[in-house]
């Protein structure tokens, strides 16, 4: 692999942050360096974005980050899933688990929105994927739709589970 090259603009500039890091910390000034230890500095600073440079270029390191990347996220979300079984309340009752409780659980609203597969946000509401089917959708659809309001009152009268399920499915999948 050739040595890739680096613009002396950045190398100058890293040199110089690590100088007056080094400056401020033994409480010198600039002129009170030797030019030896300047020398050293841009040396250093040379090497050092060479090295992240190789590194950027290296697919082998490219594909380990990207690999990183995708095991802490799925490390959140199996994390997300284990903590989204059905929490308990104080009197031994199940808690319903909302749309909220669940976005906190799975570290916010960035993670939800961009890391997440509407598989994985069904998951994390306790609902399995599978049984969302296109009827489901449909039928999503028709209670919560535009002029849906009669529909939607009377499943709410008639079978409030039901309801409260198709209504937390179509918030998950974005349809309402």
Known sequence: MS?????????????????AEACQ????????????????????AKQKLEAEAEQKANPYFLE????????????MQSSALRDAKAPVSTKGEPVELTLDRAIARVGGIGTWNHSMSPDQRLAAVGVN??????????EIAEVFGKGSSV????????????YSKLKLIGRTLRLI
């Open 3 to 19: 040595i890739p090259v680096i613009p002396e603009d950045q190398i100058q500039r890293l040199a110089e942050s690590k100088i």
């Open 25 to 44: 910390r033994h409480g010198v000034t600039r002129d009170a360096l030797k030019a030896e230890v300047i020398s050293d500095a841009y040396e250093y």
């Open 64 to 75: 380990n980050q990207r690999l990183r990347e995708e095991l802490r996220i799925a490390q």
């Open 129 to 138: 994927p599978n049984e969302v089917t296109a009827s489901t959708k449909a």
């Open 151 to 162: 529909r939607a009152a009377e499943l709410r009268r008639s079978d409030p589970a039901k």
